[in-house]
C-alpha cells in the first residue's frame, strides 16, 4: 500500500511504456516511495508544475516531447534545478548518455534493467540529494548570516600564491567580485593608504612566525566613502609544520566602532561640555603618577567652583546654564592654554581640563618648577572669570573658589587627592568668593564635623528634634503685633539648639529640605490651632518655603493637605519665596501662585533687595507682602547714614500697594528711619527676639492687634 505521508519522498515515473512503469512502481512502493506516474513528457512538466517529485525517472524515448526536452523543461521549472532526474535509456550509445548529461540529467541507467538497481540507484540519489539540499541550506544561512554580520571570508594559497575571496569580502571592500584578481596585492590596493603598510606587515609577520593577526584597517570604497574593517587571519600548516595557506575573515566594524566610541564617549566625558568626566579625570591622575608625579615630576590638582551658579539657573533657567558652563569652559581651555609661559611646564599634553558636576570643574597639572606655581594657573583660571556672561541680554557676573593638592605631599592615590582637593575647595569657599586654598591636614576636620552634622540631620528627621521659634511682626506706628515669622530651630540632643544658618544649607544638599519645610507647616498649623482654641484672635503666620519645594509638581495639593489635616487656616497663613524663586520660569511661577493665593494663602517676598526681580513681574505677580532684606537695615544709623535703596524699595512697595516689612532691626535710629519713609511693619531683636510658642503668649496677650483682617 501507497504510503500517504507527505515526508515520505515523492518518485514520478515517465515512460510510455505501462508495463515499465507498472513494474517501476512496484519496486519502488517496496522501498517505501510514494509514486506517480505519467505517460508523457508534457504530463511530466504539468505535474512538476503542480508539485515538484523529489526524483523523477524518466525515459529517454517516447512520442511527442521526448526525454532530454523534457529534462529541459524540468530544470526551468521554479524548484527544478536541484531534483534528481534519472534517465533510462535502451540507448546504449556515449553520444546518449552524454547528451542525457547536457540537458540536466542527474545520473542515467539503461533499460531493460533489475528492479532491485532502480530502486538502488533511486534510494542512493535521494540520499545524495537530501545531502546536497542540506549542504545548500546550511551555506545559504551561513551567507545570510555573513551579511547580517557583515562578514566576509577569504584564503590564502601560499604554494599557488592565490588569494580568494567571498562575494561578502568584496561587497564589505566596495569592489565587484569579478574585479578581483586573486593576488595579495588587490587586497592591499583596497585598504586606506595610511594602514596600507600596517596591513602588508601583519600579514608578513604571520606568515613568518606561523601565527596569526587580528587587526582593524580602513577601506575607501569606490563612492569616496570610508569604511572601518576587522581583519583576521590563521596560518595552516602542513604534517610537518610548514604554512601552507591562511584562512581569514573580513568584518565590517563601522557601526560597531561608532558604537563602542559613542559608549565610551558617554561613559568618560561631560555631554554638555565635551570635557573629560570624573571618570576619565582619575584615570589620567593615575596615569601620571605612574609616569612620576608625586616622586620625581611635581603636579597638582585643582578642583574649581563656580560661585552661585545655581542662582543663575534658577533665575535664567537650565539652557541659559547650559550655555554659560559652556563659555566658562572655553574660558578655562584658553586660561590653561596661555598660562604656559607663567607657570612655565612642558607643554600642553601636561594640562587636562575635566568636569566633576554641575558647576564643579578640575584641572590636572604635571611638569610644574614648583608646587606654588600651580597657584599662579589657579589665579589665571579666577581671571578668565572677570569679564562679564551675557544672557539674553542680561549681564551676569560669576567668580570661583579653587581648591589645590599637591601629589606626594597630599596622597598619590587618585581618588585621595581629588577629595583632598574638593576639601581644599570647600575651605576656599567658607573664606570667600575668588578664593584658593592649598590642602591641609586640619581640613578633614571641618570635613568630619560636617558629615557627623549630616549624619545627626538624618537622625533628628526621625527623632523629631526640631522646635518652631516664632519672631513678631510689629506694627511700626502704633507697636502692635501684627503677625508672627515661623522659624524652625534644631534642638541637639548634646549640642542644645542649632542655628538654621547652619544646618538649613545641609539639609538643602542632601535633599532633606523638603520634609523639613512640610514639617513646618505642618507644625506651624498646629500651633495656629492651638492659639485660635486658646481664645486668641486669629493673625498671620509666615512660613518661608525653599526653592525645591517650591517647584515639586504636587506643591498645591501637598500644602493644602497638611494645612487641613492639622488645623490651619490659609488666610492667616504667609508663605514666603526669595526673589531667585520667584523669576526662575516665571510663566509657571506664575500659575503657582495663582493656584495658591485661590487657596486663601498670602505671599510674601523674603529678603528683598538681594536677588534680580523684573518690576514687570512684581506688578503682576499676586504677593501681599515685601520683606527687606536684613542688609540694608543694618547700617541705618539716623542723621549719619542715610540709604537711597531703603527708601526706594518703600517707595516702590507702597506704589505697588505691597505690605512692606522691614527685616532685622535692631536699634531706635533703624525703627525712626523707617517710619519716616512709610514702611508698614517691622520685624527684629529691638522688639523680640524669636522665642518659643510659651514664650511668645505672653506678647501676643498684651500686644497683639485686634480684629487683624484676613488676606485680600
Not at 591 to 599: A, E, F, H, S
Amino acid at each position: 500500500m501507497q504510503d500517504s505521508d507527505p515526508n515520505t519522498p515523492l518518485a514520478l515515473i515517465v515512460d510510455d511504456d505501462l508495463t515499465f512503469r507498472t513494474l517501476s512502481r512496484m519496486s519502488l512502493e517496496q522501498e517505501e516511495l510514494r509514486v506517480e506516474e505519467v505517460s508523457s513528457g508534457q504530463a511530466a512538466v504539468d505535474f512538476a508544475t503542480a508539485c515538484m517529485p523529489d526524483i523523477v525517472i524518466l525515459d529517454v524515448q517516447m512520442p511527442g516531447m521526448d526525454g532530454f526536452a523534457t529534462c529541459q523543461g524540468l530544470r526551468r521549472l521554479p524548484g527544478g534545478d536541484f531534483v534528481p532526474i534519472l534517465m533510462m535509456t535502451g540507448l546504449d550509445d556515449v553520444e546518449s548518455i552524454a547528451k542525457a548529461y547536457d540537458m540536466g540529467a542527474t545520473d542515467f541507467i539503461i533499460k531493460p534493467c533489475h528492479g532491485l538497481i532502480l530502486s538502488q540507484r533511486v534510494r542512493y540519489m535521494l540520499r545524495a540529494s537530501r545531502t546536497l539540499n542540506a549542504l545548500r541550506i546550511s551555506a545559504s544561512s551561513l551567507a545570510q548570516a555573513q551579511r547580517i554580520a557583515q562578514l566576509g571570508g577569504w584564503e590564502w594559497d601560499f604554494v599557488h600564491d592565490r588569494l580568494e575571496v567571498s562575494d561578502a569580502v568584496c561587497h564589505i571592500l566596495g569592489i565587484l567580485p569579478a574585479s578581483f584578481n586573486h593576488t595579495q596585492s588587490a587586497y592591499l590596493g583596497c585598504v586606506q593608504e595610511g594602514d596600507r603598510d600596517l596591513v602588508a606587515e601583519a600579514m608578513r609577520k604571520a606568515v613568518a612566525d606561523g601565527t596569526g593577526f587580528d587587526l582593524d584597517h580602513r577601506v575607501i570604497d569606490t563612492n569616496g566613502t570610508e569604511r572601518i574593517v576587522h581583519f583576521q587571519g590563521e596560518v595552516i600548516t602542513d604534517d610537518v609544520g610548514r604554512p601552507q595557506r591562511m584562512l581569514g575573515t573580513v568584518q565590517d566594524v563601522t557601526d560597531k566602532r561608532a558604537t563602542e566610541a559613542k559608549i565610551y564617549f558617554l561613559a568618560n566625558y561631560d555631554g554638555l561640555t565635551h570635557l573629560p568626566n570624573r571618570n576619565l579625570f582619575l584615570h589620567r591622575i593615575a596615569q601620571a603618577i605612574c609616569c612620576g608625579m608625586g616622586t620625581n615630576i611635581i603636579g597638582a590638582v585643582l578642583v574649581l567652583s563656580l560661585d552661585r551658579y545655581q542662582r543663575v539657573n534658577d533665575m535664567h533657567g537650565p539652557r541659559s546654564g547650559d550655555q554659560i558652563l559652556k563659555e566658562v569652559t572655553g574660558r578655562f581651555q584658553r586660561a590653561l592654554s596661555t598660562s604656559t609661559t607663567i607657570a612655565q611646564f612642558a607643554g600642553a599634553d601636561s594640562t587636562m581640563l575635566a568636569r566633576l558636576g554641575e558647576d564643579q570643574f578640575a584641572a590636572l597639572l604635571t611638569n610644574l618648577p614648583t608646587a606654588e606655581d600651580s597657584a599662579k594657573i589657579a589665579k589665571c583660571l579666577l581671571t578668565s572669570l572677570e569679564a562679564p556672561f551675557q544672557i539674553d541680554g542680561t549681564t551676569v557676573m560669576l567668580t570661583a573658589s579653587v581648591g589645590i593638592a599637591i601629589p606626594g605631599t597630599d596622597g598619590t592615590e587618585p581618588n585621595l587627592l581629588l577629595r583632598h582637593a574638593v576639601t581644599a575647595l570647600q575651605a576656599a569657599q567658607n573664606s570667600g568668593d575668588r578664593s584658593c586654598q592649598y590642602y591641609c591636614n586640619s581640613m578633614n576636620v571641618s570635613i568630619a564635623a560636617r558629615i557627623t552634622l549630616e549624619q545627626d540631620l538624618r537622625a533628628a528627621m526621625n527623632a523629631n528634634q526640631f522646635v518652631l521659634y516664632y519672631q513678631p511682626q510689629v506694627d511700626i506706628l502704633s507697636e502692635t503685633v501684627i503677625g508672627v515669622e515661623a522659624l524652625i530651630r534644631w534642638q541637639h540632643p548634646t549640642r542644645g539648639l542649632i542655628s538654621p544658618a547652619e544646618f538649613i544649607p545641609v539639609a538643602e544638599e542632601e535633599d532633606l529640605i523638603i520634609q523639613l519645610s512640610e514639617w513646618v507647616i505642618k507644625n506651624a498649623s498646629q500651633q495656629q490651632k492651638t492659639w485660635r482654641n486658646s481664645g486668641l484672635p486669629p493673625f498671620p503666620i509666615s512660613i518661608n518655603l525653599s526653592s525645591l519645594h517650591f517647584r515639586q509638581r504636587n506643591l498645591i495639593s501637598q500644602i493644602r493637605s497638611i494645612v487641613i489635616e492639622n488645623g490651619g487656616d490659609p488666610p492667616y497663613l504667609e508663605l514666603e519665596l526669595t526673589e531667585g524663586v520667584l523669576m526662575t520660569n516665571a510663566t509657571t511661577t506664575m500659575t503657582t501662585l495663582k493656584q495658591l493665593k485661590g487657596l486663601g494663602f498670602r505671599l510674601a517676598i523674603d529678603d528683598f533687595g538681594t536677588g534680580y526681580s523684573s518690576l514687570a513681574y512684581l506688578q503682576q505677580f499676586p504677593i501681599d507682602t515685601l520683606k527687606i532684606d536684613r542688609a540694608f537695615v543694618k547700617d541705618i544709623k539716623l542723621g549719619k547714614i542715610d540709604s537711597p535703596i531703603m527708601r526706594a524699595i518703600i517707595g516702590m512697595g507702597r506704589a505697588l500697594k505691597l505690605h512692606v516689612v522691614a527685616e532685622g532691626v535692631e536699634t531706635r535710629d533703624q525703627l525712626a528711619f523707617l517710619r519716616m519713609q512709610g514702611c508698614a511693619a517691622y520685624q527684629g531683636f529691638l522688639f523680640s527676639r524669636p522665642v518659643p510658642p510659651n514664650h511668645l503668649l505672653p506678647l501676643l496677650q498684651s500686644h497683639l492687634r485686634q480684629p487683624i483682617p484676613k488676606s485680600a
